[in-house]
């Protein structure tokens, strides 16, 4: 299986990792931390250091409770970094929701546009549309990001989620978008329970009958704090997530994969290489 994207065609073969690179001040693990070109840089060199198959920049927090920014913002935050780490010989993903953004982002080069909103902004299909060789990753949302945990999805969400992604792939096949452009992701805490969201771990395999790979974003979310019995989001300050959280997240990410993800997105790149390279020495590749 491939996923098709501006520069690179992705064997999925093996499982990838996407590294993630905030460049928002309010990001629920790591806000802040990165507002430097220079900064923002060093980290996406290391993260490719560390084992990064793909680079996913991101401009706009889209935590539980984030506010909306301008689009002038979100580029002034982007487009500095994103024209150096195209430089980087890997993958670069740019997460935004926006028209305007992803035309830029497409305009400059990039491979992917990953988008929570999964293209269903008015403008978005028509934008990524003129750019057929770019890659597409598709997220379920319940809500939106300001209310979505204070009014979350009910009953089995198994089903709702196949229901979504059969919806999108009717409509995109009616706009001609590829479909081996398209990666889906579950959308791990948009909208969804702790229960619901363990629920699409455990029950991960059904949603492969959607027919495009999947990928998970499991990294450092407030499910696996509750799991793990420890501090929640609320209890923590908006810029920071202990460390304490990297373990239950590289878990769940060779879980995911385990459960036939083929990218999992991760903030702790290097533990999660490591971690599924013994994984892949369990399962050797027939």
């Given at each position: 299986?491939f996923?098709?994207t501006?520069?690179?065609r ?10 993630i ?18 900064s ?14 793909i ?8 935590r ?6 301008p ?23 740019v ?9 830029a982002?497409?305009?400059l080069?990039?491979d992917?546009i990953?988008?929570?909103?999964a ?13 057929p060789?770019?890659g ?13 945990q204070?009014?979350p ?6 089903p709702?989620?196949?229901q ?12 001609s978008?590829?479909?081996?452009r ?6 791990v805490?948009f ?27 499991w ?10 019995g420890?501090?929640?989001?609320a209890a ?12 239950p997240?590289?878990v769940a990410?060779?879980l995911?994969v ?13 533990e ?6 013994v ?8």
């Amino acid at each position: 299986m491939f996923w098709q994207t501006t520069r690179f065609r992705i064997d999925l073969t093996r499982p990838k990792v996407m590294g993630i690179v905030n460049l928002t001040p309010d990001s629920f693990s790591d806000g802040g931390q990165h507002a430097s070109v220079r900064s923002a840089l060093q980290h996406c060199e290391q993260l490719v250091r560390d084992g990064a198959d793909i680079l996913d920049l991101g401009a706009e927090s889209t935590r539980p409770g984030a506010q909306p920014v301008p689009v002038a913002d979100e580029l002034q935050r982007l487009l500095p970094v994103l024209q150096e780490a195209l430089k980087l010989g890997v993958p670069i993903s740019v997460d935004t929701y926006k028209p305007d953004v992803m035309g830029a982002a497409l305009d400059l080069g990039a491979d992917i546009i990953n988008d929570v909103w999964a293209l269903r902004q008015p403008g978005a299909v028509e934008r990524v549309a003129a750019f057929p060789g770019s890659g597409l990753c598709l997220m379920h949302m319940h809500g939106e990001p300001e209310t979505m945990q204070s009014r979350p999805m009910e009953g089995d969400v198994i089903p709702q989620l196949l229901q979504f992604w059969e919806h999108i792939t009717q409509y995109l096949q009616g706009q001609s978008i590829d479909l081996e452009r398209i990666v889906a992701d579950p959308g791990v805490g948009f909208g969804k329970t702790p229960e619901q969201n363990f629920s699409l771990l455990s029950r991960q395999r059904e949603l492969l009958v959607c027919g495009f790979p999947l990928l998970a974003g499991w990294s450092r979310k407030s499910s696996l704090a509750v799991a793990a019995g420890l501090p929640s989001v609320a209890a923590l300050p908006v810029n920071g997530v202990p460390h304490e959280r990297m373990v239950p997240s590289v878990v769940a990410a060779v879980l995911a994969v385990e459960r036939g993800a083929s990218i999992v997105r991760v903030h702790d790149v290097m533990e999660s290489v490591k971690a599924l390279r013994v994984l892949a020495a369990v399962n050797p590749p027939n």
